[in-house]
Every structure is written in C-alpha cells, then in structure tokens.
C-alpha cells in the first residue's frame, strides 16, 4: 500500500540554525500539507500546496517558513531562523484530488528538536 | 476564526460503545472528518460528513448536524486497540485549510 515518508525521523538543531524537511508524498496525490504538533497537543495545520502554489496557510506559518516541491516527488519544508518554540513533530500529509482533499494521508513525522 | 471542542478525556470498556463529541464554530465549513492517532504515531483518517446523518464505515460511525455545528463519532464493540486519541477536524477554503479539534483521549479497559 502507498505511503508517505518523511525524512528525517528526528532532526536536532541550533536556535537561529536552518531545517529542511523532508516528504515524498503518495506519488499519484495532487495536495500536499505540512502540520505540526506540539507535544501532547493538537494538530496545527500550517499551510497547503497544489500545482506548485501555497493554497491556504495559517497564522504559523510566517516568514520563516517556506515549502517548495523540488522535483517531481520531494515536498519539503524549509524554517530558516529556528526558535525554541519551533521544536515539535512536524507531519507532512498528501490528497488524491479536490473531492478527495478531506482524506489525507499522513506520513510517520519528523520530530524537531530545537536546542 | 475556526475552534473545535472535544471531551479531553473517555474511559469505556472492551466491548461497549462510545461516542466522542464535536463542536466547532468555523466560516466556510465544508465537511468534519475523525482522525485517530495513537501514542507516537500519525493521524490516521477514519471519516468524513459533508452532509447532516450518519455514515457507518465497520464499527465506526459518524454524524454530523450542520445546523447544530455539532457532529460525534461512535465506536461500538470497542477493543483494546480502539484507545488512541481523537480529532475532529473541520474543513474550510475549499479543503484547502483544515482545522483540528484539541483531541479525545480514549482508553479502553478490559
């Protein structure tokens, strides 16, 4: 069964330090998504993607965040200055189509370790 | 802005029902689905509603009344593996931007 990976598991950086995170979606999705959850709470999305554009993004998503799909099946996830508060899992999800944007697919995570 | 309330926490037993409420206030609602989540592990998609009833998928069913920005799921012949964490989770700009709810934790006893 197809599946979204993501790479890498855990990540543990500097504050101020750059993290790329990265996903391959299911290959034949159209809609990706980037969420984070910090520990012990909800899901958080924070921003949207088709047809190489940002589709919606929430209030989280800053400046300081930025997704780009590099290639034909890489997604990632860019935070350029990381604070502590950034430190959380971050799952990176995938959908079919339009109609079928309200079944997603979430991969395992990257759990972020700002220090 | 978009907020969903769930129960923080349910207890059942191995075999009984449950039901795990939502509410929300949201503009543009186009649907609620449940997620579950078990420690350590990703949402996994469990339904969804875009219109007001109940949709059965296997023991798990879900309902939702749009009038009443109110929708619950309903787990029946529970098993010890059912206890995980539940969100709802609305969606809104063309299902483009979706909006969790703070999660049901549901333990299951024997």
């Known amino acids: 069964e197809p599946e979204v990976t993501q790479t890498p598991s855990h990540q543990v950086t500097q504050m101020g330090q750059e993290v790329i995170l990265r996903c391959v979606p299911i290959s034949n999705h159209l809609y990706f998504y980037w969420y984070r959850q910090i520990l012990g709470q909800k899901v958080e999305f924070l921003v949207s993607f088709y047809n190489n554009e940002i589709s919606e993004k929430s209030e989280i998503f800053d400046d300081q965040f930025s997704v780009e799909r590099p290639d034909g099946s890489n997604f990632t996830l860019k935070i350029r200055s990381t604070k502590l508060e950034d430190s959380a899992m971050y799952f990176c999800?995938?959908?079919?189509?339009?109609?079928?944007?309200?079944?997603?697919?979430f991969g395992p995570g990257t759990r972020l370790t700002v220090t | 802005g978009q907020s969903l309330e769930q129960p923080s926490e349910v207890t059942a037993v191995e075999g009984a029902i449950v039901q795990i409420n939502c509410t929300y206030q949201t503009s543009g609602f186009y649907g609620l689905s449940w997620y579950q989540q078990h420690d350590g592990g990703a949402p996994t998609f469990l339904s969804y509603?875009?219109?007001?009833g109940l949709e059965e998928t296997g023991r798990f069913s879900s309902f939702l009344s749009r009038s009443d920005s109110y929708g619950y799921l309903l787990l029946q012949e529970l098993q010890m593996k059912d206890s995980a964490s539940y969100f709802c989770?609305?969606?809104?700009?063309?299902?483009?931007?979706?909006?969790f709810g703070t999660g049901t934790k549901l333990q299951v006893i024997p």
């Open positions: 999800a995938s959908s079919k189509d339009r109609e079928g944007s309200y079944e997603q697919y």
């Open positions: 989770a609305v969606y809104s700009g063309g299902y483009q931007k979706v909006t």
């Open positions: 509603n875009a219109l007001d």
